[in-house]
């Protein structure tokens, strides 16, 4: 019997609500009780085509908030926990560096007690059958590359902006508890994905909704920083994986070989909208160099064999393919994008790019 039920947090954000179609498009019979905050990130946007169908339930709240997480686990009874839920920008995270404590570490560690409590009979030292604690991290826990080499599993952690170290310690609770008390858990680190519903902070669909509107392309100092880039559903396909068939303890890295300079990555989105548009404003002219980001890491760059010869996993979305699949979910998605950048958006950002 596979594993039917599951408590996913986080899944109003980008990856999560990604995640939440791609296994209601796969599995007739799952469901999903899904826990999201809603923060800035959070949007029921995401989830509205999903409005009716009685797999998939949407709960308001904070992974936090140790009531409501007992509550949810003992009425939902689900085989495996998928943890989302995190404040994910770096850039935020060099503002406030707070909100990633919380939300992203003691969060994650409300999570795993609470599981344990559902879970594990301390009396017996047994945990019950058919369970799982499954974390979803970054590469960004490994630091930075030069350049040559890659991040495998055994890569020693060596996180450098609040946000990796905030994810960095949540791993570290997460084996933690699998070491103390037998957990059973997984943790999966990515690298950077693209995709429909990615909020417009992050490079990619910041990029097309300044170029559209013919603004400036904020570009970090040089642009020379490597990411390997994965199409998000590809991931959310190796989260599945490892949540079904992932041995229990194990850490698997997820990417796919596709690293890319910042700046091939901007040059790419401007010819691809140029061409889609017809519009000759959209050019390269509109590349601006800003202020690098501070402890900037240069290159990210993930080993993916473990994750391919233990569960058969591979990408199967060339960038080429992916970049046009997201930049046409943008430009079919107007409305989506104007509700995500009214107000709060304005503000922020004023404070992230003015005078930078
Ligand atoms: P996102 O910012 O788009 O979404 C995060 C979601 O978590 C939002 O819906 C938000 O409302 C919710 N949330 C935040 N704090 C919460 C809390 N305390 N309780 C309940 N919900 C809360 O993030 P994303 O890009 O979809 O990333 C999802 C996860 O994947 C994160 O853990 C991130 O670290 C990880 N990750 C992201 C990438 C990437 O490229 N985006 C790559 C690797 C790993
Ligand atoms: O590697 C996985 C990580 O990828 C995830 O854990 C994070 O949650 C996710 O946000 C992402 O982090 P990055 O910092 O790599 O993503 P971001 O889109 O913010 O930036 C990508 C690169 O582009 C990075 O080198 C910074 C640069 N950049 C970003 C922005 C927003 C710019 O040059 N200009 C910009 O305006």
């Not at 910041?206 to 998000?232: C, E, F, S």
């Amino acid at each position: 019997m596979g594993m039917k039920t599951f408590l996913v947090t986080g899944c109003a954000g980008f990856i999560g609500s990604n995640f939440v179609h791609y296994m209601l498009d796969k599995y007739p019979d799952v469901r999903l009780v899904n826990l999201d905050k809603l923060t800035y990130a959070g949007n029921l946007e995401n989830l509205a085509d999903l409005e009716g169908d009685a797999r998939h339930t949407f709960v308001q709240g904070d992974i936090g908030d140790a009531a409501l997480v007992a509550e949810l686990l003992k009425t939902c009874d689900p085989d495996c926990v998928i943890n989302f839920a995190a404040e994910s920008h770096v850039d935020r995270s060099i503002k406030n560096p707070e909100l990633f404590v919380q939300n992203n570490v003691e969060g994650t560690v409300n999570l795993l007690q609470r599981c344990k409590d559902a879970w594990y009979d301390a009396g017996a030292k047994t945990w019950k059958t058919g369970k799982k604690f499954l974390q979803v991290s970054t590469d960004e826990v490994y630091g930075a590359l030069g350049p040559e080499g890659y991040f495998t599993e055994s890569t020693p952690l060596c996180p450098h902006s609040p946000y990796s170290a905030s994810k960095a310690s949540a791993d570290l609770f997460v084996m933690a508890f699998h070491d103390t008390y037998g957990m059973p858990v997984n943790i999966t680190r990515c690298s950077n994905n693209y995709g429909p519903y990615q909020f417009p902070e992050k490079l990619i669909p910041l990029l097309i909704n300044n170029a559209k509107q013919h603004k400036t392309l904020p570009v970090y100092g040089d642009g020379m920083q490597v990411r390997d880039w994965l199409y998000v559903m590809d991931h959310c396909k190796a989260i599945d994986m490892v949540a079904r068939a992932g041995k229990v303890g194990e850490v698997y890295n997820i990417g796919g070989h596709n690293e890319r300079p910042n700046l091939f990555i901007v040059k790419t989105v401007i010819a691809q909208l140029r061409e889609r548009l017809g519009d000759e404003a959209i050019s390269e002219a509109l590349i601006t160099h800003v202020t690098d980001r501070l402890g900037h890491d240069r290159r990210y760059g993930i080993d993916p064999t473990k994750i391919k010869n233990d569960l058969g996993w591979y990408p199967e979305t060339p960038f080429e393919k992916g970049i046009v699949l997201t930049i046409d979910w943008y430009l079919g998605h107007e409305d989506w994008m104007a509700h995500v950048t009214s107000g709060d958006y304005q503000k922020y950002y004023e404070q992230m790019y003015k005078n930078r």
